[in-house]
């Protein structure tokens, strides 16, 4: 542990420069091209097994131990979002509407100083330890699934993997047993109506109305019609009717997120929408298309591995408080890698303790401290320490 942690913090500015570098150079979803060839890069130098291309862009590089033993997964993604920075700092995205707006760039710098860490400690290792390096997380069908049907997981007896939030206080690390993140499905939605002259509404469907009509009813299906003892989210986040000022519109379309631990309720929900639309549609005399695509499902993560987790975090000066935490909305592909083995995924807090608040992910000026991904790796790597000396006890 002592050479692991001495080895991580020499080389925290190495970490701090990688970050900034991959957040100068962001990449969509899918679009990445130079961010994977730069992994690759950095794990060949280190003399570790590469495989690239990996279910479409993705990386994984393999540290075989000098002892035998298990093997360990450790994932970090490494995509950024549509988002135009607005943050004023020297390593500001340098892409036009491409921004690292939710720490992909700083889960990518954990997991290559940490490989080198554990690469000048390899023959010491009492089994393997693979670096999955996920492209597209941010957008469904997402970067998981085909790296798992590519292999990722062969020979993996447990995975571990972390989120640097902003909101959470630098120093706490927060776990949950089951369900901590939610599943995110999308919905896509067109109201028809039928376009007229701005002066003449009786002679016209006006499809904004219909379409302001059903978005302010569409609460009432998780206030009204889902138990209340159970969660569920319906967010509209694009309203688009693009027409001139003095023209009723024609056509609406609609997009929006629903969010959901249970699958009856995920289903319900699903079944819900469609017949509220259907029936405020009929109400105006307006027809509908409408859409509702399961993305990831949610997040569960297995009891064993996680109180070993929240055991290991709890040994770690720099961690101030381990708390189980309520279950988060929020959406992840990391849920495909626990359908398959056993593993815990948790958040590592990255709020600057000098900020009042913080600003969310997915925001312009979103943001983190940097000092959160030395916690990040030293949580990561003495969980994968552990696990290896440990592993017939667990």
């Known amino acids: 542990m002592e050479q692991l942690f001495k080895v991580l913090e020499s080389h925290y500015e190495e970490m701090v420069s990688i970050r900034r570098y991959l957040h100068e150079n962001p990449e969509l979803s899918f679009q990445e091209i130079h961010t994977p060839l730069y992994i690759a890069n950095y794990h060949r130098k280190l003399g570790l097994e590469v495989r690239d291309g990996v279910g479409g862009r993705g990386v994984v590089a393999t540290l075989k131990g000098g002892k035998p033993g298990k093997t360990v997964a450790l994932r970090a993604d490494f995509d950024a979002l549509a ?3 607005q943050n004023d700092i020297p390593y500001k995205s340098k892409v036009d509407g491409v921004m690292h707006a939710c720490g992909h760039d700083g889960h990518t710098a954990t997991l290559l100083v940490l490989a080198k860490a554990f690469v000048a400690m390899k023959d010491e290792l009492q089994g393997n330890i693979v670096f999955i390096h996920q492209f597209a997380e941010e957008l469904a069908p997402g ?7 590519d292999g990722c997981l062969d020979g993996v007896d447990v ?5 640097l939030w902003a909101p959470t206080p630098l120093g706490d690390v927060l776990v949950r047993n089951g369900a901590i993140m939610a599943a995110a499905d999308r919905l896509e939605i067109t109201i028809q109506g039928k376009g007229g002259h701005g002066a003449e509404p009786h002679n016209s469907i006006d499809s904004i109305v219909v379409a302001s009509q059903f978005i302010t009813q569409l609460q009432t299906v998780v206030s009204r019609r889902i138990d209340p003892l159970k969660s569920a989210v319906v967010s509209i986040g694009h309203f688009e009717a693009i027409n001139p000022f003095n ?3 024609e056509k609406v379309e609609l997009k929006g997120t629903v969010r959901t631990f249970d699958e009856e309720v995920r289903t319900q929900v699903e079944h819900e929408i469609e017949l509220l639309l259907k029936s405020v549609c009929e109400g105006f005399h307006a027809t509908y298309e409408y859409a509702f695509t399961r993305g990831y499902p949610p997040v569960v ?3 064993k591995e996680t109180q070993f987790l929240a055991d290991v975090a709890c040994q770690l000066s720099e961690v101030h408080n381990v708390v189980e935490c309520s279950p988060l909305m929020v959406g992840e592909d990391f849920a495909y890698y626990l359908e398959k083995v056993p593993g815990t995924f948790f958040i590592t807090g990255a709020k600057d303790p000098a ?16 000092r959160a991904m030395l916690i990040a790796a030293k949580t990561l790597g003495l969980a994968t320490l552990k696990y290896l000396k440990q592993s017939k006890k667990l």
């Open 83 to 85: 988002i135009q920075e």
């Open 143 to 149: 970067g998981a699934k085909p790296m798992i049907e």
């Open 159 to 163: 995975i571990f993997g972390t989120h």
């Open 247 to 249: 023209v009723i519109a």
């Open 301 to 303: 993560n297995h009891k």
């Open 355 to 370: 900020w009042k608040d913080a600003y969310p992910h997915h925001h312009a000026q979103f943001n983190f401290d940097e």
